[in-house]
């Protein structure tokens, strides 16, 4: 079998039913993840493909604030969207925002497709044509109600989705990363990595924040990726795994490792 690749697409839309009440000042956020695959051989136009299938729903509750601040990564993370699709989508959802109807709850609808060609059929051809197409989907494959929950932008989202699903990277591997200037780093590594991944923000944008790599030298601001090395021990971008701590916890939901008897 050839190997993969996978697209994320996006539909932002307002519900047309009466919502549940929702508190003033707050936006609700439905997030729908759906799932296909398709197979393609000689001939673009023909394809072999499965249904859509809705493999994640939730709601969210959120502020104006939250909406724009890091803390939203981690939602769309714990609604099935890795990192590196994030900037796009984000970007859409903030926008509709600024015109959205306040009463109305929004809908977040991303396809994930993952294709792969057996024949002659050349891959970014396959990108473009599904790139194209409009998203045709029911958001409503689940009867179930779900009950939206609640942040505020002093609230981590990351501890409460993250902690009780990943693995914690040992604190010996977190204190021993070597931080740097922006202005320090070779015009290589800057033409290869020039932003964040996890808050979004170009690193010539802020040169007085300290910025680490991983093993995998992917690179990131120290404040973002200790965060997130506290609650999984692999790289957001590429998954290379970080030595993992125990599965201790102290009383702010960091991980903690045993002390020598």
Sequence with gaps: MSEERNIYRSKIFQSDRPPRPIPEGQIQINLCLFRQSRVWHDDLANFTHDRHSLVRRRADWITPEFLTGRDMRWILFAGGVPLEEQPPILE???????V????????????????????S?????IIDLVAREPINVNVRASPTPITPT??????????TYMS?????????SIEGLKKVRFDTLEEDVIRETPTCAICIKDFVECVDELITSLPCAHHYHVDCIVQWLKRDHTCPLCRYQMPP?????????????PSNP
């Design 245 to 257: 701590a125990s599965m201790d916890w102290d009383g702010d939901g960091d991980a903690v490792e």
């Design 121 to 125: 059929v050349d891959y970014q051809d």
């Design 100 to 119: 959205a109807v306040p009463e109305l709850p929004i809908f977040v609808v991303i396809v994930h497709t993952r294709v792969c060609s057996l024949g």
């Design 92 to 98: 859409k959802i903030i926008q509709f925002a600024q």
């Design 164 to 172: 009780l699903l990943t693995i914690p990277t040992s604190r010996s």
């Design 150 to 159: 609640a942040h505020a932008p002093t609230v981590s989202v990351l501890g």
